[in-house]
């Protein structure tokens, strides 16, 4: 089946201005994951969902930043009032469920450059 | 504090030799250990999977070593080819249920004709 999808592939914007990422999981994942890797840098967890459970926001580094998953499927990563240290590549991936025991398939991420 | 400390940061090898790249971890309590590949552009893509009691997993031409007592794992490429060039990230999960799963820095690998 399809894998995980992420759009757009890459984004431009100017600083200030708001982005909305999108993730489409592979169906029937439950547990959902955003990531941020800046250039060099490992991944950075940002928040993940597990079904119909509130979201382990633990990883967003401000309060620009916001996601929601709507359905139980697509998620919607928002970054607010942009910066230049926002630009990363922003990867999702999903899992089965949540936990460390199932892998999790990553989309081919979201590259964010803040002008 | 859980970490993951992966080493070379990058590696330059010539096409058909073998490496070894390390990986050596503090999480605690342990659960699993997983070896990523990243190509460039891409998304991580899972090669291995170890748990307590394995130590040893392989992958076609990838073998993965695993020392709980030391918390120090390995990936080993044999006859590496030009399309191993790539990222390789290890990655350790703690048995706390739920999710909890930590992250290296990756080993760029580079393989040369």
């Known amino acids: 089946g399809a894998g995980v999808s992420q759009s757009p592939s890459n984004k431009v914007t100017e600083k200030g201005k708001d982005v909305e990422l999108r993730c489409d999981p592979i169906s029937g994942h439950t547990a959902l994951y955003w990531y941020r890797q800046s250039l060099g840098q490992g991944l950075e967890f940002l928040i993940y969902f597990q079904g119909n459970s509130a979201p382990d926001k633990s990883g967003l580094p401000s309060d620009r930043f916001s996601a929601e998953r709507t359905g139980g499927s697509v998620s919607t990563l928002t970054i607010q009032r942009t910066q230049q240290e926002d630009s990363a590549v922003y990867l999702c991936?999903?899992?089965?469920?949540?936990?460390?025991?199932?892998?999790?398939?990553f989309g081919p991420g979201t590259r964010l450059t803040v002008t | 504090k859980n970490q993951v400390e992966q080493s070379p940061q990058s590696l330059i090898i010539l096409e058909g030799k073998n490496c070894t790249l390390q990986?050596?971890?503090?999480?605690?309590?342990?659960?699993?250990l997983r070896w990523y590949k990243q190509d460039t552009g891409r998304g991580p893509v899972s090669l291995t999977i170890?748990?307590?009691?394995?130590n040893t997993k392989s992958n076609g031409r990838y073998t993965a070593t695993l020392d709980a007592d030391t918390k120090q794992s390995s990936l080993h490429i044999t006859a590496s080819q030009l399309s191993d060039s790539a990222s390789y990230i290890c990655?350790?999960?703690?048995?706390?249920?739920?999710?909890?799963?930590?992250f290296g820095a990756g080993t760029r690998l580079f393989v040369k004709a």
């Open positions: 990655v350790v999960s703690e048995n706390t249920g739920g999710f909890k799963t930590i």
């Open positions: 990986c050596n971890y503090t999480v605690s309590p342990f659960s699993n």
């Open positions: 170890m748990t307590f009691s394995e």
């Open positions: 991936a999903s899992s089965r469920i949540a936990g460390g025991s199932y892998e999790q398939y």
